[in-house]
């Protein structure tokens, strides 16, 4: 184990052919803990979930998880120690129905029984999968879709759940409602969790610690209930910043 953190990423580097997404990104979460990550568009957000799930290579750096090495580990190996990415986008198999949805997110892990088992804790966790147990994945809300996707993830019980960008394109309403329950789970599973965001409301509601992602770089690293909006602006925009821009990040 290193150190007494449960993740643990060092000096992570990711680059797409010549162009650098990630340019040393450290970061150590006890378990347990909330770690937000806020950044604009291309900021190497989904980048560094990928990299620790397993989902891209990576150039230099180690993610260490529990005991275990996952630098350049295959996504499944990663995914059987512990490791659940919630991608953006929200892509469930559309033709699917909810229930193949489920079954697909935990037949490596379990079956016969077990599985279902599995399946009815996760409509238990979202009720309202269960009203559209028998529907194609792709007639869902989009809330919906994303309760879908979350529920799928965690069919393999994961004790690090990445979440990236929950909130996007959804009423404020439903995102209230997803949420709610993440912060529900978060407590009765005793889920480590990094979520990201492109902006910092959620963030800093629901997460322990926020981190500031610009440019492959974190700007900025503070627990959320010490950090100002001004700081966070300035980090987030890395120049000057106008009133309207500031109140669309916080
Ligand atoms: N598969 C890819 N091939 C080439 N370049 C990529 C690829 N994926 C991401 N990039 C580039 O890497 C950088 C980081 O992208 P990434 O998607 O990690 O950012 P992000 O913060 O998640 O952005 P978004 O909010 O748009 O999801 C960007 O410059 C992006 O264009």
Redesign the pocket.
């Known amino acids: 184990m290193h150190g007494s953190h449960f993740l643990q990423i060092r000096d992570l580097q990711v680059s797409?052919?010549g162009?650098v997404?990630l340019r040393g990104v450290s970061l150590k979460v006890p378990k347990g803990r909330t770690v937000g990550i806020i950044?604009?568009?291309?900021?190497?957000?989904?980048?560094?979930l990928?990299a620790v799930a397993g989902g891209?290579s990576v150039l230099g750096g180690t993610v260490h998880f529990d005991g275990r090495d996952l630098t350049g580990a295959k996504a499944e190996t990663i995914a059987s120690w512990g490791v659940s990415l919630v991608p953006?986008g929200r892509h469930s198999f559309g033709s699917m129905t909810v229930e193949e949805n489920l079954l697909v997110g935990g037949y490596l892990r379990y079956s016969g029984t077990a599985l279902r088992n599995a399946m009815e804790t996760q409509l238990q966790n979202f009720p309202r999968l269960r009203e559209r147990f028998r529907q194609p994945a792709g007639k869902l809300s989009g809330g919906e879709q994303q309760m879908l996707v979350i529920a799928r993830a965690l069919m393999t019980q994961p004790r690090l759940l990445l979440l990236?960008?929950p909130s996007l394109g959804l009423a404020p309403k439903i995102v209230d409602e997803v949420y709610a329950i993440l912060a529900e789970l978060r407590s009765s599973l005793g889920l480590t969790i990094i979520v990201?965001e492109?902006t910092s409301r959620r963030i800093l509601q629901f997460a322990d610690q926020v981190h500031v992602?610009r440019e492959?770089e974190f700007r900025l690293s503070s627990p959320t209930s010490q950090i100002s909006s001004e700081e966070l602006a300035s980090a987030y925009f890395g120049h000057q910043h106008g009133h309207d821009e500031k109140a669309e990040l916080i």
């Open positions: 797409y052919g162009s997404a950044g604009p568009n291309g900021a190497g957000k989904s980048t560094l990928a891209v953006e990236d960008e990201n492109q992602l492959g």
